[in-house]
């Protein structure tokens, strides 16, 4: 059984940063991939950023040049670096790990949109509030 804790949200001003962590217990090591979602007040859950095994990384088009996601093998933790935070970053930030063959950016989106996938195949965090204001 894996359980995933995320940490690190919190309240800042546009253009500031924050660093999300995910405290992976259980059997995650190298065999997980591993990403961030996110889902703010009113809207559908989306992909952040996703990393496998080897270290191969995807981000969605608002993030990309803005976030780093990264993980630490030997503590089993998966990171999220946000810069040049935007309002519209503000959501609930959930961790997430699951097994994969493939590409990383086809596992996000196997998540998205395979419930079945989502219930059965993957791990989630109970989320980490991120909260921006102008």
């Known amino acids: 059984q894996v359980h995933l804790v995320e940490s690190g949200g919190g309240s800042v001003q546009a253009g500031r940063s924050l660093k999300l962590s995910c405290a992976a217990s259980?059997?995650?090591?190298?065999?997980?991939?591993m990403g961030w979602f996110r889902q703010a007040p009113g809207k559908e859950r989306e992909g952040v950023a996703s990393i496998s095994v080897d270290g191969s990384t995807s981000y969605a088009a608002p993030v990309k040049g803005r976030f780093t996601i990264s993980r630490d093998y030997a503590d089993d933790t998966l990171y999220l670096q946000m810069n040049t935070l935007k309002p519209e970053d503000t959501a609930m930030y959930f961790c997430?790990?699951?097994?994969?063959?493939?590409?990383?950016?086809?596992?996000?989106?196997?998540?998205?949109?395979?419930?079945?996938?989502?219930?059965?195949?993957?791990?989630w965090g109970k989320g980490t509030l991120v909260t921006i204001s102008s």
């Open positions: 259980g059997t995650i090591g190298s065999r997980y991939y």
């Open positions: 997430v790990a699951g097994l994969w063959l493939g590409s990383v950016s086809d596992w996000m989106k196997r998540i998205d949109t395979d419930k079945n996938y989502r219930r059965d195949m993957s791990y």
